[in-house]
């Protein structure tokens, strides 16, 4: 099982913009899904942004402002992250495949 590892999370002002990284131990070349999470404070964690076979998803809060990618030859995935709002602030967590989960990453957005 692939151990991974977010970061890039922080404070930022609304309208501003984070990218998170989430590095893996081993190639991640074949491995779908993937995708990030989150979890804000009382809340369930949901599915934020994915990649499924080459077939991008993004929840209806995030589209437009927010980009997953990843980079195969670096081992890691992204989350562009632009014109955040405040009800974006949460822990941040990645996954890769069915159960490689990192230890999240805080994005606070306020001013």
């Known amino acids: 099982q692939v151990q991974v590892v977010e970061s890039g999370g922080g404070l930022v002002q609304p309208g501003g913009s984070l990218r998170l990284s989430c590095a893996a131990s081993g190639s991640i070349f074949n491995i779908y899904p993937m995708g990030w999470y989150r979890q804000a404070p009382g809340k369930q964690r949901e599915l934020v942004a994915g990649?499924?076979?080459?077939?991008?998803n993004y929840a209806d809060s995030v589209k437009g402002r927010f980009t997953i990618s990843r980079d195969n030859a670096k081992n890691t995935m992204y989350l562009q992250m632009n014109s955040l709002k405040p009800e974006d602030t949460a822990v941040y967590y990645c996954?890769?495949?069915?159960?490689?989960w990192g230890q999240g990453t805080q994005v606070t957005v306020s001013s």
């Open positions: 990649i499924s076979s080459g077939t991008l």
């Open positions: 996954k890769l495949g069915k159960s490689s």
